[in-house]
Structures are given as C-alpha cells and as structure tokens.
C-alpha cells in the first residue's frame, strides 16, 4: 500500500474522530483492533508500507507514519484513562457501601432445651463419678424385655406398646426401637467383667403412646446403674437427692412411692412437687391431681440381673434408675406441656 504524507494527516483525523466516539470501553477496544490491532490494525499498516514507499520518499514518510502513531497511541492511552475513571466514579455511587447502616442481626442457634438439660444431668452424675455408656436405639427384644426379667407372657410387657421393626428373624419380630435405657444395665455389666460399676447411659427412648402433657412418643432417658459390695437403698436416695437439688435447688418437694419395675426390687419412683397446681387443682392436665409430677423409676437391681451378669449376687448388690429427661426440663422451666418440645416451634425453642 502506497499513502502520500498528505493523506497522513487526513487518516489521523479519521482516527481521532472515531476514537472521540467509542463511549465505553467494549467500543474503545474495538476501536483499539480497528486502528491498532498487529493484524489489519490500520495504523500498523501505515507502518508496513513505509517500506513501499519510492526512495526519496520513504525517510519523511517514516518519519510522519511514526509522529502520527505516537499521537494516536497517546490518545488512545488519554481515552482509556479517561473511561476507566468514568466507570470508577459510577461504581462509587451505584456500589457504594454505606458503612453507618446498622449490620443485619445473625441468627445464632442454640442447643435445644432437652439437649441443655441432658447434657445439665450429665455432667451432675459426672460430678459424682458416673461415667458415661451408650447403647443401641434399635434393641433386641431378649435385651429390653427378657434381660430385664420381662419374659414374653408376663403381664409387665403390657406396660409399653412397642414399635417393633418388621424384619423377621427365625419367623419372629425380635427387634425394636428400645422401650427404655434399662436394656444397657445387662449390657454394660457384660462387657464389664467384674464391678465396681458406676454408669449412666443417655438415650432415645420409643412408645407408641397416646400422648398428653407429660407423654410423648420419643423420649428421653438417662438410665444409671451402679453395682459395687456393699451398696445400698440409701446410697440410692443420696444420689437422687443429691441430683435434684443440685437440678432443680433446694426448695423443691421431692417424694418416693413404692413402684413395680421387674428389673429392680424394691421399686420405686420419684416424683416432685407440681409447680402448674402446687397439688390444688384435681383436674391439672400436668400432675392430673395428685401434686406429684413423676421424673424417674429406680430400685435395688433385681439379684436376678446381677446374676444374668455372671456376678455373685450374695457379694454385690446394686441400685439403677432411669431418669425421664423431657420431665426434668418441664420442671426446670415451668413448662406446662411436653408437646412443645418436638413441635420445632422457634418461639418457643428461643426461650431457653
Ligand atoms: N425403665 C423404666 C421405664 O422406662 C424406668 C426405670 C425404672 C429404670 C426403674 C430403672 C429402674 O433403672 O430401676 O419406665
């Protein structure tokens, strides 16, 4: 391509003209390849064709094509500063951050108010030298009934309607989801080949209840177990009084009634005062008019199970309970229904 110096000055208008036009930067840069681009650049072919110029031309003519490129790349640099101080300068109104505003408040979670108190009855049975086991929620039923002298005829399976896994074994349905934590007093005196033995297994418990205000179908427990020589009914009551005052203070009503459990002999449960009626009203949907609210069965491990063990029954003897923990932490608050708990309602939940 041959270009006479004259026509220099009249691509360098075009050039500028066009460039003054590019109004951001996706058109500056296609202006950029138009003009200046390595390949078809128009300007980087001017700068080719200095080779093609006649002889006594080519110097002046090398010396314009270069001028002009210099001007043209210094306003092309000038229009890119130019865009780019544009753009920050839209960004700083449009992006701004107005760092007066008051943050957005996080929702921080908390731990259920089931688990706070299991956790609570824990470390007070800690504290007294329990130390903690755990079993399997879905049980053999020779563990949760037959283990705990609960033989298949005997009237005492009645007590729970259970939720049985279909599965059959050898024709038969012979697991289910655990009634109670007992089944782990046979099994932590199992695997333990001589006591002493001072244990609490917390756990998940299933009833297929009717449920009410201090009933639900999945429970809680904390079954405790301690076998040792020489352990006694008193020891027992130590341990439990010494648990709800330091559960629920000192001014709380805490009373024994004789039970049946057939794992344990004697039997008994323990019960506090009701905090909805204060024992007044017959028809309290909490203590259902007796003043007592139950929260644990315990007794004096049945000589039986010990020897189911292994163990001699004549050197150890032992004390077991097992603690309701929904019940404890309806105490602990007031809460007046048991339901609350697994309705997952926030409002309620938040509060503890
Ligand atoms: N397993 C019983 C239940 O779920 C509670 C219980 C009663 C546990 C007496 C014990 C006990 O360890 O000694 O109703």
Not at 11 to 24: E, G, N, Q, V
Not at 58 to 83: S, T, V
Not at 88 to 110: F, Y
Not at 124 to 131: I, Y
Request: net charge negative.
């Amino acid at each position: 391509m041959t270009a006479p110096t004259s026509a220099l000055a009249e691509l360098c208008a075009d050039a500028l003209a066009a460039l003054a036009s590019a109004a951001d930067e996706a058109a500056l840069e296609q202006w950029r390849v138009a003009w200046l681009g390595r390949q078809g650049g128009r300007v980087t072919g001017l700068l080719t064709s200095i080779k093609d110029q006649p002889a006594d031309q080519k110097a002046a003519f090398g010396a314009e094509a270069n001028r002009l490129k210099r001007d043209i790349e210094a306003a092309f640099a000038e229009k890119h500063e130019q865009l780019k101080r544009r753009t920050l300068r839209e960004l700083s109104t449009t992006e701004a951050i107005d760092v007066t505003l008051p943050g957005r408040p996080q929702v921080i979670g908390r731990l259920h108010p089931v688990t706070q108190t299991l956790r609570d009855c824990v470390k007070t049975f800690g504290e007294m030298g329990f130390r903690v086991a755990e079993g399997p929620e879905v049980e053999w039923a020779s563990y949760n009934f037959d283990a705990m002298r609960i033989p298949e005829d005997h009237p005492a399976r009645d007590m729970w309607d259970t939720i049985w896994v279909d599965k059959l074994i050898d024709g038969e349905r012979k697991m289910l989801l655990r009634t109670h934590t007992s089944p782990n007093q046979a099994r932590v005196m199992e695997r333990t080949p001589e006591p002493p033995i001072r244990v609490i297994v917390p756990g998940k418990c299933y009833r297929q209840e009717a449920t009410d205000a201090t009933h639900e179908w999945m429970l809680t427990q904390i079954e405790g177990l301690a076998v040792d020589e020489g352990v006694r009914m008193s020891d027992l009551k130590g341990v439990l009084y010494d648990f709800s005052r330091k559960m629920f203070g000192t001014e709380r009503k805490i009373i024994f009634h004789h039970s049946y459990f057939p794992f344990v002999e004697p039997g008994v449960e323990m019960a506090l005062d009701c905090f909805i009626c204060r024992g007044e009203d017959p028809a309290c949907h909490t203590c259902h008019g007796t003043g007592w609210i139950e929260i644990l069965g315990a007794g004096m491990v049945h000589p039986e199970v010990i020897e189911n063990a292994g163990y001699d029954s004549n050197r150890y003897t032992g004390f077991a309970f097992g603690i309701g923990v929904e019940r404890v932490a309806l105490l602990r608050w007031g809460i007046e229904d048991i339901r609350h708990f697994y309705q997952n309602d926030v409002r309620f939940l938040s509060q503890f």
